[in-house]
């Protein structure tokens, strides 16, 4: 009998994947945010009204993960960007094997882009473990879920960068207190930004854009004083 | 409910272990799960004799060691209260937001397994 210590994370192949993939995301410059939320919150519609405002000023493209059916980068075309749906047959997340795999399949369509937009499968737990290589991670809580999440589902929303709170249009007829759920994410996440928005009305949606925007420009360069930096 | 892709990760981690030193059936895997790392331990042992039964590695035990996070006051110093099944966000003694740190490993620590064909000629000769 043999014994062997190790100490080898359980996810090397997914952090090795997303390693590989944030490389090549800096060499193109490309903006990748990913969205993780419970099923129904409103990550197409969010992403839709992106698609619509911004779409003519940044080359944007989407990755879609759900269990079944591609509604949702259908969703995303009809808006304007090309978007491709992955479908992971019961798993209850994405992992950046699978977006790697989805970005060679489609090639041209979604390389070079502004900004990368991933959805993730609808589900406020096991996303969060996964890196797919992106920028930061946004949370999205929409205002009809209850304002006792971000400490029932803790490990998101410490991770996110951003919280979304969204269907801000519902506010009036939900017991909704959005002080209590900012002082739940910054105990949380003490830098974390919160942004309250309604994609139906357009409420609150031009910080979210502004948002993109300036990350996109902060991620540029801070690449291009990277480059500078290394000695020809 | 991702503890079943988990799973087949630790084992091929743990397989490729035991292969790489000529090593046959696994005995036990030992892994450190974080209070962060969003894994429910019992789970993850129902999801590791799925993996392994069927293969040479049934019966392999899968051992989780717990790595609480640390929660830090900046008043108080370190918390040792525990909210259930996950840690404080707020302390206990003055109210303030507590710092986490750690807590988030999904580690395999220890792959221990039997002789392999290779080994058991050795030992034969």
Redesign the interface.
């Known amino acids: 009998?043999?014994?062997?210590?190790?100490?080898?994370?359980?996810?090397?192949?997914n952090a090795s994947a997303a390693r590989g993939l944030r490389a090549s995301f800096r060499d193109s410059g490309t903006l990748v945010v990913n969205l993780i939320s419970s099923p129904g919150s409103g990550k197409t519609t969010l992403l839709e009204a992106t698609a619509r405002e911004l779409r003519t000023r940044l080359r944007l493209g989407g990755l879609d993960g759900d269990i079944a059916t591609d509604r949702d980068a259908q969703r995303l075309r009809d808006a304007g960007i090309p978007a491709r749906q992955i479908l992971t047959g019961g798993?209850?997340?994405l992992?950046a094997r699978q977006i790697e795999a989805a970005l060679a399949e489609e090639g041209e369509r979604l390389a070079g882009l502004d900004v990368l937009l991933i959805e993730n499968v609808g589900n406020l737990?096991?996303p969060?473990?996964y890196d797919l290589g992106e920028d930061f991670k946004v949370a999205l809580l929409s205002v009809t879920e209850g304002d006792d999440k971000p400490?029932k589902y803790?490990?998101i929303f410490?991770r996110a960068a951003v919280t979304v709170l969204t269907k801000a249009d519902l506010l009036p007829h939900v017991d909704f207190d959005l002080d209590a759920v900012a002082s739940?994410i910054?105990?949380?996440n003490?830098s974390a930004r919160v942004l309250v928005v309604s994609a139906r009305t357009g409420e609150g949606m031009d910080a979210w854009y502004a948002l993109l925007e300036e990350s996109l420009a902060e991620k540029r360069t801070a690449v291009a004083v990277a480059a500078a930096a290394v000695p020809a | 409910m991702h503890e079943t892709g988990l799973a087949i990760e630790i084992h091929r981690i743990a397989r490729a272990v035991a292969d790489e030193r000529g090593g046959g059936a696994l005995e036990s895997v030992t892994v450190a799960v974080g209070d962060l790392a969003a894994v429910e331990p019992p789970l993850l042992e129902f999801a590791w004799r799925a993996v392994v039964e069927g293969s040479a590695d049934a019966g392999a035990a899968l051992i989780v060691e717990w790595e609480r996070a640390r929660q830090d006051c900046a008043s108080c110093g370190e918390i040792a209260e525990r909210a259930p099944g996950s840690w404080l966000r707020l302390c206990p003694r003055c109210g303030e937001p507590l710092r986490v740190t750690g807590g988030d490993a999904l580690d395999v620590l220890r792959v221990v397994f039997g002789d392999g064909a290779s080994g058991r000629e050795r030992g034969a000769a």
């Not at chain 1, 009998?1 to 192949?13: G, Q």
Request: negative net charge; proline residues 7%.
């Open positions: 009998m043999t014994e062997v210590n190790v100490r080898e994370k359980v996810l090397a192949a798993a209850c997340h992992d737990i096991c969060t473990s400490f803790p490990a410490a739940q910054a105990a949380l003490p």
